[in-house]
């Protein structure tokens, strides 16, 4: 696909327009650190650490992104969190954020960040709880099959693919709107990030991996131009 260099000079400028820096590897100055949200609650946020390194060297193949993740988290209330354009969160069951936590996380957001929820099973009543406290005055929005998400770099004409059965529900993908701009993406019955793990880490079949890593690209690729 050739469409890397007009991608990475978007992102260029999405960079400088969204007022957020983005992380540096000292040895690539243009380079995208993906980093994960370390919350309270009990649940196990730091699971699957193969997850955003398989991600970075995927979207770096094949979509042009230079992308690294070396494991760094961020907290919800640290300042740090203004220097990451994308963050991931992920975990089962309970979560639960501090007011100055929904605060910061409500700046983080507003000022052009971007946030990925994944359920990895068992996050979703606990996730929609906290997030009022965030976001008091917003709902989840069901996003359309042809949404620009799913068609930004690959095209996935059903919405998420579903890389886990969990309840067997299709698999349904959620926006957080501020000022017509998504600011949260949420995947509800997708689990896609279960698909970024190493192969032996749950034995997902090849093309359930590839689709979970192409739907990742998407998602960083329109959480960037965005």
């Known amino acids: 696909m050739k469409m890397a260099p007009k991608i990475a000079a978007i992102i260029s400028i ?20 993906l980093v994960r949200l370390k ?23 094949h979509a042009g992104i230079n992308a690294f993740a070396t494991g760094k988290y961020v907290e919800p209330s640290d300042p740090e969190i203004f220097n990451y354009p994308f ?24 000022s052009g960040g971007f946030l990925f929820v994944n359920d990895d099973y068992g996050l979703d009543k606990a996730f929609r709880r906290e997030l009022k406290k965030i976001f008091p005055d ?18 996935f004409p059903n919405g998420l ?20 701009r998504m600011v949260l993406f949420y995947d509800y019955e997708a689990d896609i990030a279960d698909g970024w793990d190493d192969p ?18 998407n998602i960083l690729i329109y959480a960037l131009t965005h």
């Open 14 to 33: 999405a960079a400088i327009l969204s007022g957020i820096s983005f992380a540096q590897d000292e040895s690539s100055p243009d380079a995208v650190e």
């Open 87 to 110: 963050i991931f969160m992920t975990g089962h069951g309970n979560c639960y954020f501090t007011e100055e936590e929904a605060e910061n996380l409500r700046k983080y957001l507003e």
């Open 161 to 180: 693919p579903k890389i886990h059965e969990h309840d067997g529900k299709p698999p349904q993908g959620f926006g957080v709107f501020v000022n017509g």
């Open 39 to 61: 919350f309270g609650g009990g649940s196990d946020w730091y699971n699957g650490p193969t997850e955003l390194p398989n991600l970075a060297k995927f979207v770096k193949e």
């Open 138 to 155: 917003k709902e989840l929005v069901e996003l359309p099959f042809d949404h620009e998400i799913y068609h930004c770099f690959y095209d």
């Open 200 to 217: 032996e880490v749950h034995g997902d079949p090849p093309e359930k991996r590839e689709a979970a890593l192409k739907m990742g690209t």
